[in-house]
C-alpha cells in the first residue's frame, strides 16, 4: 500500500519584516546546555538585528554574552544583572537592553512589530517543556527549574496562533520530531494556551527582553541612515 503524501504546510511570515519563518532563523544557534536559553536567545536576536540593520558594533560573540549574562549563577527568574552588563556595551552603538514584567499580550505584540527593535524573548513555565514535549524534571519546584526562555517571531491574533523559536532542540533530541516543516527550532503553538499557560504562569510572571535603537543616542545623521536601513518613519 502507498503511503498518503501530505502538502507541505503554508509558509508563515514572521510578524517584523513579513519573512519566512525559516529564513529568519537559519543563522540562530541553540543552547547547549540546560542553563544556556537566555544568553543564546540575546546571541540570536542581537546578532540577526546587527545583520538586518547592516550594524557589526552592535553583534557579540556567544562567550562575551555568556560572560555578561553570568551564566549559572541564577537559578529561576531572569537575572536582573544582564540588562544592567548589556548596557555598558550597547549605548555607545546606539541601542539599548530592555526588560519588563507583567507585560500585556499588546505590547509583546507591538515590540514584535517594531523594525527599530530586536524580536523579543519571554520567559516560559517549566511546564511548557513538561507538558507539550515531555520533557522530564526531576523536581516540581519552580526554584529548581528554571523559566525557559525563547524568541517569538510572530503572533496571529486572527487565528489564534503564534511561532516562535525554541533553542531547547538543540539539547533534546525527542522535540526534532515534532517539526512540521516550518523550519528549524521553529515550533507554532495556540497562542492563548501558550501566553495564559505558561507565559502568565512563569516564575517571571509574564517577562520580556528586547534591545531597541536609542535615538537619543545617536547624531543626527546616525539618526537619518538608520531609519532608512529599518524603514522607520518621522517621529
Known sequence: MSQLAFPPPPVLLDSKVG???????????YQSSVDTCYPVGIYNVLNN?????????????????NQVA??????????RVVVDNLNQILPRHGYRAHEDRGVSTDRLKQVLEDKTCSYPLIALSYRYLQIEHRVSFPSQDPLNNPDHVVTVLMIDSAFDRMAFFDPYFGIYPPMRREVHGHG??????????????????AYDKSWMFWIKWDKSKTTRLTSYLEEQKMGAGPE
Open 19 to 29: 519573512k519566512a519563518l525559516r529564513e529568519v532563523t537559519d543563522q540562530f544557534k
Open 49 to 65: 538585528l546587527a545583520l538586518r540593520t547592516d550594524n557589526d558594533d552592535i553583534a557579540l560573540s556567544e562567550k562575551r554574552i
Open 70 to 79: 553570568r551564566v549559572r549563577e541564577y537559578a529561576a527568574e531572569q537575572p
Open 184 to 201: 528549524r527550532g521553529i515550533i507554532v503553538k495556540p497562542l492563548v494556551k501558550i501566553l495564559d499557560d505558561y507565559w502568565d504562569s
